[in-house]
Structures are given as C-alpha cells and as structure tokens.
C-alpha cells in the first residue's frame, strides 16, 4: 500500500515490479503457513502453490530484464514519439506550435513531450529522455547552449542513443571544436548536472554529435504552410533540409488573428492560439475557422471579429501599429489577448508617437490627429483581455485560457445583440 501511494522509484517499471514482488512474497508466506495444521491431502495442494508462487517470483526479475532489453531495441513501442528539447525564453511558443501540429499529424500516434506540460525535476526529465523517448528535437536558437538543462538533455539523449534531430532557427550557432573544449558551466550548474550523473565529458561529446549532424534549416518567417512541410519531414524521420516560406491563400474567414509579424515568437502564439480554437470546435461552418493575418494579407471583407496578440515591444514595430489601427476601423469585435504577461498597456502618447512614425499610406488620408488615432487603438483595451502564455502555460492552462476566451467573446456578442434590440 505504501509503495501504491508513494511510487518511491523513479520508473514505473521498479515500482511495479516491488508492488508484485511483494503481494507474491506475502501470498507464499501465508499459503506456507496453512502447512502447519493441515491433513494430507491439504498439504500436497498447499505444496503445489507454494511451488507455483516460488516458481513466479523467481520469473518476475528476468521477465523485468526482458522488458527493459526488448524497449532499449525498439521492440516496444516507447511513450514519447518526440522529445522537443528548446530554450524557453528563445523558442517557447514555437516550441508549443510545433507540438500542437506534430500531433494533428497522421503519421504521430503516441505523445510530443514539452516540458512545460510537466513540471518534473531534472532528473525526472533526463530519466524520461533516457528511457521513454524515440527522438528528440533539438530547436536551436540563440541561447540554447546557456541552459543547463537543454544540454543535460541533449546530453542524456546521445549517452542513450537516442535519435537525434536538429532544427536550426535564425540566429543558432553551432559550436567549434576549440569552444567546446573549453565549454563548462559554473557552480551550482555544473553541480546539478554532476549530480544527475551528467558529466562535462559527456557534454563535450554531445555538443560534438550538435556540430556534426545535418540540420533542418527553417526561415525567420513562418506561416501555417511552412510549418506543415517541418512536421512532415520530422514525423518521416528526415533530419536534413532547408526550408523556405510557403505561400499561404487567405480564405474567407469571420475571425481573423493579428500578431506583431516582426517578433517570430508572437507570430507562433497567434498559431498555436488558432490551432486551440479550431480544436475546441466551436465553428458551426468553415468560414467561422480563425486565420491568421500574415503581413502579405489584407483584411478580408468577411471579417467580423479580430483577435489581437499583444506582446512586449508590440507598439514599437510601426507594422503592427498601422495592421492594428486597421483592424480598429475595419472590424467591429476586436478581442485583445496577452501573449507574455509582462506586457504593460502603453499610454496615449506613446501611441500617438508610434502613429507618427506610421507612412501616409497607413493612415486616414484627410485631416487625421494622431491622438485621436490612439484613443481609438486604446479602445481595443475596453474589453478585458485573455492572457494566454503560450511559452510558460501547460496544455491544460492553455485549454482554459481558450475556453474563457470564447465563452467570453460569446458574452459580449449576445449583450451586443441585447443592446441592438433595444
């Protein structure tokens, strides 16, 4: 009972394996105790159990080694079909996008792991990349070589032979022989990897197996299209390529979703926001599925409700201030949603400054004010926002936050309706 409760061991197998081991032990105790005062006949049945149960205890431990051998040669399936192993700060929501399409695909029949749907320790997630993961997705970026954690996990991946596939964004580097023989991590880091039996030379070799393998080189710009044709090559198993931006059509639509294209990471929020509200069903046609506006796009007629994706430094890109102060006269619903949650609603100055900023073409072309303009883009916050944090919120959070969303859009279009009545 204490071990069905506790789990004390780090893999489901052992404790299993002590549950069995130990109901077996306590069955054969009790059957051996009925020998003492029982006749004949009893005992010989008795004896014949006792055998049985001796006969499975001594079969539970090679059965386990059996298990363990068979998974470690792919004769069993693992639980993990991809392990996406990414810098947070860097790739998060791209990271959650690329889950969130590897599992719409046909060809991913069991689980993407992302650590943000698991709040495990270390040594949890390294066990997980050592025994339950087929492959793992390395999404290089920037800063994905100063975490600790990315590298014991890439670390624990090739000391297990896991297969390992690498997709370079924009701005990853891999690193030369000579920085990797001088790459070390200071203090307490160093200390946790030691500690979970992840050594610098077992870094050294796993950055080395980084710097040799082919890429997956994707572009700065992504679209739906794009990101499609990466799942395909990872749930085929190519490990090598370079991707370009894929033209993408913009159908009819009643909800269109506007993000800062400039800043890559809040253009994966707007697409892992879509892929939750398709998922979620709440589109009784085809024309009420959302689409997301990319810069080559227009407003399309058909729009009658805008989500706009508000992140840090959002105002200070003059495309997304002018794409936003269209939506403003153009779509009656708009619908803000707050992608990081440090994020701070500008004031009415710093808008209108960002107005300035904006070509004559992106305003009213007769006699504008720019702090009118900006009190009608800081009317978009009259409506409470939905913060929905695609780089730090599990599924489960994310699935909420998508829900409110809608309920709420819901909401205030029946007191709209209610309003028109009267």
């Known amino acids: 009972a204490m071990t069905i409760h506790f789990k004390p061991w780090r893999l489901p197998s052992l404790n299993w394996f002590e549950m069995l081991l130990g109901a077996v032990t306590l069955a054969f105790l009790n059957v051996a105790s009925f020998m003492a005062l029982s006749a004949a006949q009893d005992v010989q049945l008795i004896g014949w159990l006792c055998v049985a149960m001796a006969v499975l205890l001594i079969l539970i431990i090679p059965s386990i080694i059996l298990m363990s051998v068979l998974k470690r040669l792919g004769f069993t399936s ?49 066990l997980v990349v050592a025994t339950d993961v087929d492959a793992m997705v390395v999404l290089g970026s920037t800063n994905l070589f100063t975490k600790p954690c990315c590298v014991g996990q890439i670390a624990a991946a090739c000391a297990n032979e896991v297969r390992l596939v690498v997709v370079a964004l924009p701005g990853f580097r891999r690193l030369t022989a000579h920085e990797i023989e001088r790459f070390e991590f200071q203090g307490s880091d160093q200390d946790m990897l030691l500690e979970n039996g992840i050594s610098m030379e077992s870094i050294g070799d796993a950055l080395r197996t980084v710097a040799e393998k082919p890429a997956i080189h994707i572009p700065s710009r992504l679209n739906l299209r794009t990101v499609g044709v990466l799942v395909g090559m990872l749930a085929c198993g190519e490990e090598r390529g370079d991707l370009k931006l894929c033209e ?101 100055a710093g ?31 009259r409506e409470i926002a939905v913060i929905v944090d695609t780089k730090q919120s599990s599924a489960a959070v994310l699935d909420v936050a998508v829900q409110g969303l809608e309920a709420g859009s819901d909401r205030n279009e029946d007191e709209m309706e209610v309003q028109g009545l009267e």
């Open 351 to 381: 808008v209108a400054q960002s107005i300035r900023r904006l070509p004559a073409t992106a305003v009213p072309s007769d006699g504008w004010d720019p702090e009118e303009l900006a009190q009608d883009v800081l009317g978009v916050f």
């Open 78 to 126: 693992r639980h993990y079909q991809f392990f996406l192993c990414h810098h947070k700060a860097d790739v998060g929501a791209f990271a959650r996008w690329l889950q969130v399409e590897l599992l719409g695909h046909v060809d991913v029949s069991r689980e993407v792991f992302l650590a943000a749907d698991s709040l495990e320790a270390l040594d949890k997630l390294l």
């Open 248 to 348: 993408m059509v913009l159908g009819r639509t009643t909800t269109i979703i506007v993000a800062n294209t400039v800043d890559s990471e809040a253009c994966a929020s707007a697409h892992v926001l879509r892929s939750l509200l398709v998922q979620l069903d709440f589109h009784e046609s085809i024309d009420g599925i959302p689409h997301v506006l990319g810069e080559e796009h227009e407003i399309p007629t058909t729009a009658e409700r805008a989500i706009v994706i508000f992140t840090v430094g959002c105002f200070e890109e003059v495309t997304f201030v002018a794409r936003l102060l269209e939506v403003t006269q153009r779509v009656s619903r708009i619908v803000p949603v707050i992608a990081t949650p440090s994020f701070q609603v500008p004031n009415r």
